[in-house]
């Protein structure tokens, strides 16, 4: 049951309002074990429907979902020299299958003769195991594309943790695809980008900057990677989703060639792209304030919840009379419903509850709204309160949810929009990044500028955007030339 | 692409037969890592079809979904001293949490200054880590009941592996649930049971015994197990599902208390209860034949498969005119339909291939059909063929739909009714458990004589059934008093 301690002000301390949130909206908690989270009931309804629509999309792409082993053979992660340094640094080693019973009687001790021949290693992504696969399956152009994707659970050994945003296990779905030429292959990693973009602003109601990486923040292994970035309320930037075009990098390194259709072997095309249970952390992060939670209704567990008012139990009989059918018809129109008839909590109580867990809609009807026909009902994006007519009730209620859908995607936009400024000088950049907010600024294209700025002040190119003003100038702090303003930011 | 060498025939070597069948009709494959699978987009397919199904029937039960670390810190498993004796012993063990460059440049090797100050475990099963979770959610009895369920992975260091059936990791859901009685807990692991058998036989469309386990065949920590058990084709048995009635003991290992209407602490009662991806292998070895894949239709990722007949453009044109709309009304009254007008391959091998991968139902129009109105019809259970009237071929679908997945029930009903049979002596159990099938016999109760007759045969007590004939008897191998009979077999 949620507490109703009152949540620490975002004003006050956004990382702690941030924290307190998590675990008083029953959406995660820490577990026994360091850096891997608990992700509660409530919590996992909302990740189910992200993957549920995320799941579609993939599958209009043509993408079919399969299973890869979890442990991956050590000697895998060295074949792609870049990845290694990437990912197989801090991960969690698998050197023994069997446990034994303590000789001194104190519960269980590691086999010592039950060491691998091999270490193997709880996947930090998948890249590797996978085209290992893809080798037994690609010989011919005939085999090609594949369209893969996989639900999984990832562990990178993170030292400094936070629920969602950075874990040591987390949830997440990893495509990777495989193509006959370099074109069809960058093509797929630029239609995922979009399928990111779509489902961020129209489910998760969070606009999103496409755009493409920097050479520094690049996926270890890839050529391209793109990604969509996100503006928190404390204006620092939040990677949403990104898409990777791998070249024929990881064909390569486990030996993935294919016959054309001229009879020649050439190294296969590939992309990997994906999004983690971090989603949790920008829906969050993008919408909910010092009450609580506020969700995009395309993605709340509950739509809409209804509070009867009553006494005793006749006046409940009487309001159910009207309450029941009204939620029949939600049901039968697809809309998420719940009806808390419970004596249990005072109706203040229940208010506190599903204003902390962000219910879009909450109605409540009393006695007198029976006699005169009405119901009262709160908004939860503007913690607004009406009476309105029982009458019409059905249609108010769905034109409302498209409404705080719109109206929260609206807000976040214009919250990105003030808090973006475009910075000439390096000296401007160096008061203006103190504050929140994405920078756009020229910038000479070079990976030491950018580890100079970052080493300075933190920020560091969240991505070179496709959209927007392509207008050329002179890098804010080598003065050498810029092809067009790119974003700075600090991120999470 | 699935490959066309014919397949071992069943009766020459039952074994060979199901191994080749699941790899040519591309459901999984052995991966890099030892006893681990891939599981192939066909068969994944399938075990989505399983999952939605079941999920929607936990969920109707008032089951959520969450998820538990991968993780399991080695002491957990500790606590409850039937569970360690059980599950942790072959397990994999997660020593360090980092890889460093070998100083002999040879790839990566482990890092020794990171030793993990406790060694964890990769969830073997997760009621340790669940109920160390509990205690911080549950104080009293308004915190229960707590019905929870996870999809995940799970590893199990098996020596001898066989795809799908019994491999090192292997996807499952377990659900894990907190009651504040005795009785209320009992009722809920019988409940989930009867979920398992209405699914199994209403989707799966397997035939299934339900009962209770023997304590030797208990679940290492349970009061009671209660299983459904299915006829393998070779009569051997397959424990297709189990839900666990595991009183207090778990609570009791993780001091897991509740403040009682009555203001008394009492500690909580659990049950726990799952099927894995194992289904897949009871779903190929109940119905496939020598041919392949028989799919139930309720299961089947592709339920009809549209294949025009033609030599030019102009005649494929013709078919398609007719066969597009058949196409989109099938899709539209929500039958998993696939045209097949490729030319890449000719009709008989695609009719091979949709026959190993077991699609219910194939449709074939040739340019005669389209001059007679007529369509041709394959069914994959019986591999008859008849050539019906295009007019009503919607209906004449949905009515064969359903008669095949009725079919392929009772033919599984039927093969297990008819190697089922009494015996009465020893000396009869011993010739007849060398035959394929399920012995109904009377059993003194105790572990001793199960462990004997194991011993002695390799047969093991399967369930004891909740129905059928409760008459008492004696026991076949030790003449002691029986209450009724159980089920005897060989089991997978």
């Not at 193997?120 to 290992?132: G, H, V």
């Not at 890839?222 to 996100?230: D, G, Q, R």
């Not at 969700?295 to 409940?316: E, M």
Request: glycine share 6%; net charge negative.
């Amino acid at each position: 049951m949620a507490s109703f301690q009152k949540l620490t002000p975002r004003a006050t301390d956004y990382s702690k309002w941030y924290n307190e949130l998590v675990v008083k909206a029953d959406l995660a908690e820490q577990s026994a074990v360091r850096g891997c989270m608990v992700i509660k009931p409530y919590g996992y309804a909302i990740w189910e429907t992200i993957q549920a629509e995320l799941d579609r999309r993939f599958k209009e792409k043509g993408v079919k979902n399969a299973y890869f082993p979890l442990l991956i053979p050590k000697s895998f992660l060295s074949r792609e020299a870049e990845h290694v340094e990437g990912f197989a640094k801090e991960c969690a080693v698998v050197t023994h299958h069997r446990l034994m019973n303590d000789p001194e009687g104190k519960g269980v001790v590691v086999d010592p003769n039950a060491r691998l021949e091999e270490e193997l290693i709880i996947r930090p992504t998948s890249e590797t195991i996978i085209w290992s696969t893809y080798k037994n399956w690609i010989s011919s152009y005939r085999d090609l594309p594949i369209l893969c994707n996989q639900w999984c659970n990832v562990m990178r050994w993170e030292m400094r943790t936070r629920l969602f945003l950075r874990t040591a296990e987390f949830l997440w779905q990893e495509g990777h695809t495989a193509h006959a030429t370099k074109e069809e292959a960058e093509n797929f990693a630029a239609t995922m980008l979009d399928v990111y973009a779509d489902f961020a602003e129209k489910v998760m109601a969070i606009p999103v900057v496409k755009g493409v990486k920097s050479p520094n923040e690049r996926f270890a292994g890839a050529l391209n990677t793109y990604s969509i970035e996100a503006m928190m309320q404390d204006g620092k930037a939040l990677q949403a989703g990104t898409s990777h075009f791998l070249g024929q990098n990881f064909a390569k390194s486990f030996d993935v060639q294919f016959l054309t259709n001229e009879n020649k072997y050439e190294y296969v095309w590939a992309t990997s792209w994906g999004v983690s249970t971090r989603l949790m952390g920008a829906l969050i992060m993008t919408h909910s304030d010092d009450n609580g939670l506020v969700l995009p209704p395309n993605l709340a567990p509950i739509q809409v919840v209804i509070v009867p008012i009553f006494k005793k139990q006749d006046q409940l009989d009487a309001l159910m009379e009207k309450l029941n059918p009204l939620a029949d018809q939600l049901k039968q129109l697809g809309i998420r419903v719940q009806v808390d008839a419970s004596d249990k909590t005072t109706p203040g109580f229940k208010f506190a509850e599903y204003e902390l867990k962000g219910v879009p809609l909450r109605l409540a009807m009393g006695g007198r709204d029976l006699e005169n026909g009405t119901i009262e009902l709160a908004r939860r994006d503007t913690m607004t309160k009406e009476t309105v007519s029982f009458d019409n009730i059905v249609e108010t209620i769905q034109n409302l949810l498209k409404e705080i859908q719109d109206n929260i995607y609206q807000k976040a936009l214009d919250f990105r929009l003030a808090n973006t400024r475009e910075v000439n000088t390096w000296e401007e950049f160096k008061e203006e990044i103190k504050k929140p907010g994405f920078l756009l600024c020229h910038w000479d294209g070079t990976p030491e500028t950018e580890e100079k700025i970052k080493a300075e002040t933190k920020a560091t190119i969240r991505c070179i955007p496709f959209e927007g003003d392509k207008t050329p100038g002179q890098c804010i702090y080598t003065g050498k030339p810029s092809t067009q303003r790119v974003i700075f930011a600090i991120a999470y």
